[in-house]
């Protein structure tokens, strides 16, 4: 039998090559692998209550990005993590098995209550609790994420090992899955990429902002002149080709060293790369956003599916817990 591959994604709207190089490939890669199930997380979402007029059409350009990247809903289950109650069940009971302390010490909840000192409610606490039960919800062994969950993951860990203890072996520890490219930094060259500080490309950009965004990249910061050598590893566009442009990295690397090649061309061969990489994924969005009632009904089609996976085990816990 395979293996079960989970991952969730937080729906902030469109994806950008951040979500997809740190994470989104191996969702696709890993379909044949593995028996796959990846989720849109709108419940995740609401921890900080943050644009939940667009919550809705978050999930939907989320939901069709996953589907341009090439999941294909013949292999692997995808679906909206609330049309399945579910989880809402086990959450509560998982939470009866994970000390505060843990929930407490969590890097990404510290950030957060700092930022945020108004708005620590008790669902952002919760929130790796939520993960944690995702995953176990639909047995998922493998779970392909970028860096940044780690902690979430290892604490996941820890939950099913505390909740073994407790109620007898239930649940298998679950394994993160990196990609060769688990943090991708923004155009800025200093912040992982992300949507909120606006230093990203979203995968369904057209070619022509794909262009300007990617010229707008810091590169280099100690290469003054066109003369400066130039510092490819110090340099997140290099980084950036060193995955788009594979062939020509060697040559690249040296002839940025001795000055050779100027950002600005470096960074036009970029975006040309990037919009060559992308068209096929783009191709493929516009196809399905011009057939909604498709998408809708993979959306539903999965939930079916996911829920049937997430009665079982919730069945399984219930009785382990004492509760039938
Ligand atoms: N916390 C993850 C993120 O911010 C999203 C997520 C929710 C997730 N549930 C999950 C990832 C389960 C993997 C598995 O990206």
Redesign the pocket.
């Known amino acids: 039998m395979k293996k079960r591959g989970?991952?969730?994604?937080?729906p902030t709207g469109r994806l950008h090559i951040g979500n997809y190089l740190g994470?989104g490939k191996n969702y696709v890669a890993m379909q044949d692998e593995y028996d796959c199930v990846y989720?849109i997380?709108d419940l995740?979402a609401l921890t900080t209550l943050a644009d939940t007029d667009k919550l809705q059409s978050n999930i939907y350009e989320a939901f069709l990005d996953l589907l341009a990247a090439g999941i294909d809903p013949q292999k692997a289950v995808i679906f909206v993590?609330s049309h399945v109650p579910e989880i809402n069940e086990l959450f509560t009971l998982l939470s009866m098995a994970t000390p505060l302390s843990w929930l407490l010490r969590v890097p990404t909840f510290k950030e957060k209550a700092r930022m945020h000192p108004q708005n620590v409610n008790y669902g952002l606490v919760g929130?790796p609790v939520?993960?944690a039960a995702?995953?176990v919800l639909y047995k998922?062994e493998v779970?392909?994420?970028?860096e940044?969950?780690l902690p979430?993951?290892e604490l996941?860990r820890e939950i099913v090992r505390r909740f073994n203890e407790h109620f007898g072996e239930t649940f298998r520890e679950?394994q993160a899955k990196l990609t060769n490219f688990p943090m991708v930094v923004g155009l800025d060259g200093k912040d992982k990429m992300s949507k909120s500080l606006g230093n990203h490309i979203e995968l369904a950009a057209t070619a022509e902002e794909t262009t300007k965004r990617v010229m707008s990249a810091v590169t280099d910061p100690t290469r003054k002149l066109r003369s400066d050598p130039g510092h490819p590893k110090a340099c997140n566009v290099f980084k950036l080709r060193e995955h788009f442009d594979p062939e020509c990295i060697t040559q690249l690397e040296e002839d940025c060293r001795m000055a050779r090649i100027g950002c600005v061309d470096c960074k036009r061969a970029l975006a040309e790369a990037i919009n060559c990489d992308l068209a096929p994924l783009r191709a493929r969005r516009i196809s399905l956003a011009a057939n909604p009632e498709y998408v809708r009904q993979v959306m539903l089609d999965g939930a079916m599916k996911a829920q049937v996976i997430a009665r079982q085990t919730l069945d399984e816990v219930k009785s382990k817990m004492g509760l039938i």
């Open positions: 989970f991952s969730g994604v937080r994470a989720c997380v995740h993590q929130y939520l993960m995702d995953i998922g779970v392909p994420v970028g940044d969950q979430h993951l996941a679950p």
